[in-house]
Nanobody, 119 residues
Framework: QVQVVESGGGSVQAGGSLTLSCTAS????????MSWRRQVPGKEREFVAR???????DYADFVTGRFTISQDNAKNTVYLQMNSLKPEDTAMYYC?????????????WGKGTLVTVSS
């Protein structure tokens, strides 16, 4: 069973920066593709950024140039560096991990970390 834990959320003013972290643990012989999603009340959860096990990345258009996703494979940890934050970035940020363990793949989610950006 893979556990996913996010951290790093908080409150910042517009134009500020935050770095979120997400760590996957508990799996045996696993590879991980990790991504960030976000959700505001009343709206669907939306894709933010993804990094695959080979290091390739993908971003939502609304964060390109402002957010950077990176990983530390040794620690099974992914980071989301968020710069030039805007009030509309306010959301609960969730880490999603697609873990392939001994040939079997499954999605796991963290509980989320709240980001609040004030104008």
């Amino acid at each position: 069973q893979v556990q996913v834990v996010e951290s790093g959320g908080g409150s910042v003013q517009a134009g500020g920066s935050l770095t979120l972290s997400c760590t996957a643990s508990g799996g045996t012989d696993c590879t991980y593709d990790m991504s960030w999603r976000r959700q505001v009340p009343g709206k669907e959860r939306e894709f933010v950024a993804r990094i695959e096990d080979d290091g390739s990345t993908d971003y939502a258009d609304f964060v390109t140039g402002r957010f950077t996703i990176s990983q530390d494979n040794a620690k099974n940890t992914v980071y989301l560096q968020m710069n030039s934050l805007k009030p509309e970035d306010t959301a609960m940020y969730y880490c999603k991990v697609f873990a392939v363990c001994r040939g079997y793949g499954m999605d796991y989610w963290g509980k989320g970390t709240l980001v609040t950006v004030s104008s």
